[in-house]
């Protein structure tokens, strides 16, 4: 085999995408340079940089964590451990909210983490007014470096739901999007694959699962205009409990809608006219 940086990657004790992700992002080498440029390449700097890298792999940490990105709906998002990965589900969510905005419309993404929904919509519809609000200020900050990087403009606030500190106007949204910790307490998936590395706060409510999902429908009437939507993300299993929230608090045309697994994945209901 020739003495290929690839080549010469094939050894090292992870599959070999994530290798060659791991090297080009300490090294800025090409795909195209792994392949022509032999081992020597490589100096004792570069080596320990990846060698360090791939340690960090072997122990479990996420790749979009190791190298600080991952892709949503076609962009390149900045993340860190103070976001959740924004995840392929949560595209859905993006197309479910970009349906139902009108022109000119203003929606609210509360616990935007990454800011992965709300910088995506107000990318896909400049005319919209977005804004983005997460109870942590690590959180919002890298919100706002993708909204920066992204060029998209939006307003931030910070705070726990709809306790922010800019309240907003009541009843001027046309709809409320979330994506909200959802997992119960104790659920043995915190401690396993990527989530034993994400934020605890942003995965589960340490509670029954549906704290956050209570807090949105509860409060959301307040602040939607009437015939706006709410929008909520939620674990394949609280469907029917995420509809009964919204019914409860009198919003009409409830639905949910499945993930591309075709599990429940997102319910929807319309404040009244
Ligand atoms: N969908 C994520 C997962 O189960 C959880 C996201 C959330 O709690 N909002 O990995």
Redesign the pocket.
């Known amino acids: 085999m020739a003495n290929t940086l690839e080549n010469w990657l094939r050894a090292a004790p992870l599959p070999l995408p994530e290798a060659r992700i791991l090297l080009q992002h300490c090294t800025g080498l090409s795909r195209a340079q792994l392949l022509t440029r032999g081992r020597d390449a490589l100096d004792g700097e570069n080596e320990a940089a990846l060698s360090a890298l791939v340690q960090r792999r072997l122990a479990g940490e996420p790749m979009a964590y190791i190298v600080g990105v991952r892709e949503f709906y076609g962009r390149t998002f900045i993340v860190n451990d103070a976001v959740?990965i924004p995840?392929p589900?949560t595209e859905h969510l993006v197309e479910a909210t970009l349906a139902r905005l009108p022109p000119q419309g203003r929606l609210w993404d509360l616990g935007t983490g990454s800011g992965a929904v709300a910088v995506t919509v107000a990318l896909e519809r400049p005319d919209a007014h977005v804004r983005a609000s997460d109870i942590s200020a690590d959180a919002l900050a890298v919100a706002a470096r993708n909204a920066a990087s992204l060029g998209a403009k939006l307003e931030f606030a910070q705070g726990s739901w709809f306790a922010v500190d800019r309240p907003s106007e009541t009843q001027v949204y046309d709809v409320v999007v979330s994506?909200?910790?959802?997992?119960e307490a104790g659920d043995v998936?915190l401690q396993q694959g990527d989530?034993r590395f994400e934020p605890q706060q942003?995965?589960?409510d340490f509670s029954d699962g549906l704290s956050c999902l209570r807090a949105l429908a509860e409060g959301a009437p307040h602040v939607l205009k009437a015939g706006g939507w709410l929008l909520l993300?939620h674990?394949y299993n609280q469907g029917e409990a995420a509809r009964a929230l919204l019914v409860q608090h009198d919003f009409v045309e409830v639905a949910t809608l499945p993930d591309l697994a075709g599990l429940d994945r997102i319910t929807l209901g319309r404040k009244p006219a």
């Open positions: 959740l995840r589900e994506n909200p910790p959802y997992i998936h989530l942003a995965l589960t993300e674990g």
